[in-house]
């Protein structure tokens, strides 16, 4: 009669007794089909983290395959929605009885979409890093939604100071001489006309929002485009030299420090119905070998800090 096989989790003794925070698994492989508003049901590849916490000061360990298995019926059965993913932190703390109370996920995956050119009327993909962090602690939920959005910021600084050189060659082009329209246009039009240009920077934002403790769906597009539009100059997908020009035209009309992007996506974030948000702004600068950073949080009691 063959013997049951041990469980050293379940019947050996600790080597030392505590409590500990989290317990788990980092970086699974989880093919995900992801539902969420304005988007067709999507898979995604994402690599997931899975947690509870030890509450049981003597017991061994926990049971990671417990946890495995809820990740694996999230993959192959269902789609993740907050609903699904709620379910699983709850599979978590009920096959873990008497060891644990609290249970988290960490999905982390990039979110393809099509976007449309600024003028030409071209598509492409651009790819959006996105991580979606839940937990249950004392039976209370949180759902965390994390995007990363890629722009350009164009220095206000730079700008002054090119406008500045430019001021002055025409000075020195034109002093003393009478002006007509041709020759000014005409020479707005060659590389001394225009001898200076700001510097500008591939920028990003690390936008992160705690969900409504009632959401039913999530909405990453829709906090990626309102990120975007407030923030004017996202970098492009499909570019025609008319989008290319676009693109110029918005950088110049939306000069930004990393304060005033910050400044920005808080008070468009405040307008929102997000129980929190924090803001991290990166431009990595052209001029500087150093980056320019800036922090914003809404600043509610045991929230986010900058």
């Not at 505590?18 to 093919?31: A, K, N, R, S």
């Not at 403790?213 to 906090?223: A, N, P, Q, R, S």
Request: aromatic share 6%; net charge negative.
């Amino acid at each position: 009669m063959p013997t049951s096989m041990p469980d050293i989790a379940h019947s050996a003794d600790a080597l030392q007794t505590g409590t500990l925070d989290w317990v788990g698994m980092g970086d699974i492989e989880l093919p995900l089909q992801l539902a969420s508003k304005d988007l067709n049901e999507i898979p995604v590849n994402a690599k997931a983290d899975a947690f509870v916490s030890l509450d049981k000061p003597d017991a061994k360990g926990i049971h990671m395959s417990r946890l495995f298995l809820a990740l694996d019926t999230l993959s192959c059965e269902q789609t993740l929605t907050p609903i699904t993913l709620a379910a699983v932190l709850d599979q978590f703390v009920t096959t873990h009885k008497d060891l644990s109370n609290a249970a988290k996920v960490v999905l982390n995956f990039e979110l393809p979409l099509r976007r449309a050119s600024l003028l030409s009327g071209k598509q492409g993909w651009k790819s959006y890093p996105v991580t979606i962090t839940a937990t249950i602690k004392e039976q209370a939920l949180s759902i965390e939604l994390a995007v990363d959005v890629t722009y350009s910021s164009t220095c206000p600084c730079s700008a002054a100071l090119a406008r500045q050189l430019i001021q002055n060659a025409f000075e020195e082009k034109f002093s003393g001489q009478p002006l007509d329209h041709e020759s000014v246009h005409a020479w707005l039009g060659t590389t001394e006309g225009i001898l200076a240009t700001p510097h500008s920077q591939r920028s990003i934002a690390n936008i992160k929002v705690q969900l409504p403790t009632d959401v039913k769906e999530f909405d990453i597009k829709g906090l990626i485009d309102i990120a975007e539009q407030e923030l004017k100059t996202p970098v492009q997908a499909a570019v025609k030299r008319e989008d290319e020009q676009e693109f110029a035209r918005l950088n110049g009309q939306n000069l930004m420090f990393c304060e005033d992007a910050a400044r920005k996506l808080k008070a468009l974030l405040d307008k929102q119905d997000y129980k929190d948000f924090y803001v991290k702004i990166n431009h990595y600068e052209s001029l500087h070998a150093h980056d320019a950073v800036a922090f914003a949080v809404k600043g509610v009691e045991q929230g986010y800090k900058a």
